[in-house]
């Protein structure tokens, strides 16, 4: 069976770092998080500032966690080689059923309600093309590793620029500077105002959600040594520098009153600035965003569960390495079959989405596990790279993700509405523990 090529270099790593990350977050999320925080200013540009530190934090992390070990399977194996096959499978089993699934048929959905603004679609034809769209990325991954990354590269770039370039519009042409430092205060104060700053961070995370999908394709990845540090460290940077001026542009086209009114800001602010009929310029882009996005999860979620069937943990034709793409066609196909099914499945698909918050109990594991990885001594003789800060840029991270999780469940329960995230989290885990016993029978050894 051929192997894996390392194919992606550091160009391809940096752009899919940031491709991972925008999707649509940056277009719909910001007004959000202003009516959280009572259209606070000072304190919304707090938390987008506070969430690009903490991907920072976590990708400085990832990237000696990657550049120690560039296996296929990334955050799998940080957490199967720290903590054993117990909670790496789980996090596998998570990953295939809800995290990258679920994040896909989001972005399908996305894709198809942002392109019914440009052409009509029935809610039988938003389906269709959801599938289609997904089936197209799958298509494009099995055909191979290269082929895929430079349809990453080429729409990255493309959403990249058009974010800059609409941003310097904004900012050129907004009329709204003088409203925004009265607006930076805030109205709340004490336990409101820190409550209020979580459920934004929860909202801002969701828009820096998807760095970590780099670490799946290290066996992949050209010199990853040095291309992991290098990658994840500059894409942090551009990625919180463009989000940041984004943020700015919106304030300063609609002013802070406007801004926190829009549940749809960059269409809002690209039709007060250029009018009515340049949002379909922001449509456009969204679809470039979201297409750019579901790419990069299906070019990299597929090595974690070739990473598990290599490990007799998950069905053994997901290990199997195409002979003529060099591509691992089964593992893709399967994930984008259930992403399929997922964007078929209405209101279980909603429910599937409140639940993603789940992965951050890994993203969290998988941080911690450079701990016991470093007491045992794995790979400092060789790698290249440290993490700076440590023990302190680890923790932080691990301590803020549990903290992530910890509201996401403390909601739940306040929440009836929410209750129903919690209970499908749990039956994940549950129905995880006796998958795994299954798959560690069926590979052991007849006596």
């Known amino acids: 069976m051929p192997p894996l090529l390392r194919t992606l270099r550091l160009r391809d790593l940096f752009l899919l770092f940031i491709g991972s990350v925008i999707g649509s977050g940056i277009f719909l999320t910001p007004g959000l998080i202003l009516r959280q925080l009572n259209g606070s200013v000072g304190y919304s540009l707090l938390v987008w500032i506070a969430g690009g530190t903490l ?52 972005l399908a959905r996305a894709f198809t309600e942002h392109l019914a603004e440009i052409i009509p679609l029935t809610a039988l034809g938003k389906t269709v093309l959801s599938v289609v769209m997904i089936a197209v990325v799958t298509a494009v991954n099995v055909w191979g590793t290269r082929k895929s990354s430079n349809l990453q590269n080429w729409t990255t770039l493309i959403k990249v620029a058009i974010i800059v370039i609409l941003s310097a519009i904004l900012l050129s042409l907004g009329r709204h500077y003088g409203d925004i430092p009265s607006a930076f205060g805030s109205t709340q104060h004490g336990t409101a105002l ?20 780099g670490t799946y394709s290290a066996g992949e990845v050209v010199d990853p040594q040095k291309a992991f540090p290098r990658a994840f460290l ?100 399967a994930l984008g079959v259930w992403s399929a099914v997922l964007a078929c499945a209405g209101k279980f698909a909603e429910l599937i989405g409140g639940v993603i918050f789940i992965g951050w109990i890994f993203y969290g594991l998988g941080a911690a596990a450079i701990f ?76």
């Not at 820190?194 to 999908?213: C, K, N, P, R, T």
């Open 55 to 106: 991907s920072l934090l976590g990708a400085l992390t990832y990237a000696e966690l990657a550049a120690t070990n560039p296996e296929a399977g990334g955050l799998y194996c940080f957490i199967r080689d720290g903590f054993g096959r117990i909670p790496a499978f789980l996090y596998g089993w998570c990953l295939f059923l809800v995290i990258a699934s679920g994040s896909v048929a989001a």
């Open 234 to 333: 500059l894409g942090s940077l551009v990625l919180a520098g463009l989000y940041l001026i984004a943020v700015f542009a919106y304030l300063v086209a609609l002013g802070p009153a406007g801004a926190t009114a829009s549940n749809t800001i960059a269409s809002t602010s690209v039709g007060v600035v250029l009018g009515r009929r340049a949002e379909i310029i922001v449509a456009l882009t969204i679809l470039i965003s979201t297409f750019s996005a579901a790419n990069s999860v299906i070019l990299t979620a597929p090595r974690v569960f070739y990473a598990m069937a290599n490990d007799k943990l998950f069905f053994q034709k997901l290990a199997e390495v195409h002979h003529r793409f060099q591509t691992p066609a089964s593992a893709i196909v």
């Open 372 to 447: 016991p990885l470093r007491r045992r001594g794995k790979g400092l003789a060789t790698i290249p790279y440290r993490v700076p800060g440590y023990p302190w840029t680890p923790l932080l991270f691990v301590l803020a993700a549990a903290a992530i999780v910890g509201n996401a469940i403390y909601q739940a329960v306040l929440d009836p509405s929410k209750f129903a995230n919690l209970a499908i989290a749990i039956a994940l885990f549950v129905l995880g523990l006796p998958a795994y016993y299954f798959w560690r029978k069926r590979a052991a050894p007849a006596s």
């Open 194 to 213: 820190l409550s209020s700053f979580g459920l934004a961070m929860i909202s801002v995370l969701w828009a820096y959600e998807g760095w970590q999908f």
